[in-house]
């Protein structure tokens, strides 16, 4: 009788979605974003309680997530939910990934791009529209006698940070810039999502949007805003191999850098400065024409169901996911407490994004700044990634030369795109 009564309040709730679960069966999440484990836990708790149905979600590792998975796919009680970052993902993991196309998931898509396909089937949802840049604190940038209207390039920007570099002691800073960690919790940071700058550049320029074989057209440009953030920032260069992620969010929550690379994801971790304090500026790299650039807005977060598990499991964890997309919980837990822009027609009204670093891209956008695009996606290889990441740090520590870098990155392409297609 309890499971019976369970079940019909989990059709309730769920909005009589099409797609129910079996009292027995169980979901099971390995969750991306370690920033959200705490809001996607309490999500998994309150949908147990309400439904009978077990919710487990484990959190990878930030860096760790591709390796994760391959230990966690071959359990016996693998994850029924698991994620890829698009295309280059997918073609790792198709094999394992539910045939979503007769889901409410993408009935409710605000958008058809949303869903990533392999023919006919939707093998992803997206589930997060985000938005990184180079946040701000735009106290501490007064204090040093400027405005965020002062930087408008990167010739502006590279002026302004290394003014307060020079000034750090009388200004009460450890450096201008965050600490530009290599280490595995923030390496990403810059050996994919500063390294899709030079990357969406050459697109551009090129009418592309996907290449075998990278020509590295704006490498001196990425050169430019790394030696700006290793050189300016709250440690030594040679130390950043051990920076952590933790490490530049204390800097920055701890008011000793002005400026930190990061996304609106990270608004949990810095709101407490206050929205009033912060903003987010474009990524300036010196290429012609880049005062009219915005803020890079995208996607890699794709929800996949596991194809392997057992029916009821499957059908359970899209009952999960229906359930986060349209009830009171889910919604404002992923807009207002995750701070997400949900590609989902359900989130609108209250349910739309309170991120304020998101109202900063609505704003540029609606000034007419035009959108950097995801352009890493499209990234060969983790192992691409690694070897960028691996030159990188080697260039900073000065037990490597610039020379490396760019055979990683447009060399390293070629192999990897090979090996990968």
């Not at 735009?138 to 020079?166: C, H, M, P, R, S």
């Amino acid at each position: 009788m309890k499971k019976i009564i369970a079940l019909a309040l989990a059709l309730v709730l769920c909005m009589a979605l099409a797609v129910t679960a079996s009292a027995d069966a169980s979901v099971y999440y390995l969750n991306f974003k370690p920033e959200q484990d705490a809001q996607w836990q309490e999500l998994a708790k309150i949908y147990t309680e309400q439904t009978g149905v077990p919710v487990t979600v484990v959190t990878a590792a930030s860096g760790d997530y591709e390796t994760t998975l391959m230990s966690e796919i071959e359990k016996s009680e693998c994850p029924t939910l698991f994620q890829v970052n698009g295309p280059v993902g997918l073609a790792n993991w198709t094999d394992y990934c539910y045939d979503l196309a007769d889901t409410e998931l993408v009935k409710h898509l605000t958008n058809d791009a949303f869903a990533l396909k392999e023919g006919d089937a939707v093998k992803g949802v997206a589930y997060v529209i985000e938005t990184y840049g180079i946040i701000a604190n735009t106290k501490l940038l007064e204090k040093a006698g400027y405005t965020v209207a002062d930087i408008t390039n990167f010739e502006t920007l590279k002026k302004v940070a290394e003014d307060i570099q020079a000034r750090k002691a009388e200004l009460g800073l450890d450096g201008a810039f965050t600490s530009a960690g290599m280490d595995g919790s923030s390496d990403w940071r810059f050996k994919t999502h500063l390294a899709n700058m030079p990357i969406y550049y050459e697109y551009q320029a090129d009418g592309i949007g996907n290449t075998a074989a990278i020509k590295g057209t704006y490498l001196d440009n990425y050169k430019a805003i790394w030696d700006l953030y290793i050189n300016n920032g709250t440690c030594e260069p040679a130390l950043l191999a051990s920076k952590t992620g933790n490490d530049a969010v204390a800097e920055f929550v701890g008011e000793k850098a002005v400026f930190y690379q990061n996304g609106t994801w990270a608004w949990n971790d810095v709101k407490e400065l206050g929205a009033e304090n912060l903003t987010m500026l474009p990524i300036y790299i010196g290429v012609e024409g880049e005062e009219n650039q915005g803020l890079c807005t995208g996607t890699e977060n794709y929800w996949c169901v596991n194809a392997i598990a057992e029916q009821e499991d499957i059908d359970a964890t899209i009952a999960f996911l229906e359930w986060v997309i349209t009830s009171e919980e889910g919604r404002k837990c992923m807009s207002q407490d995750m701070g997400f822009v949900v590609p989902f027609d359900t989130f609108t009204g209250e349910y739309a994004s309170t991120n304020p670093l998101v109202a900063v891209d609505t704003a540029l956008t609606a000034a007419g700044k035009a959108p950097v695009s995801w352009n890493f996606p499209t990234m060969p290889s983790e192992e691409w990634k690694n070897g960028v990441g691996s030159a990188l740090t080697a260039y900073a520590a000065g037990t490597g030369d610039w020379a490396a870098v760019v055979s990683a990155f447009v060399d390293g392409w070629a192999t990897e795109y090979a090996l990968t297609h």
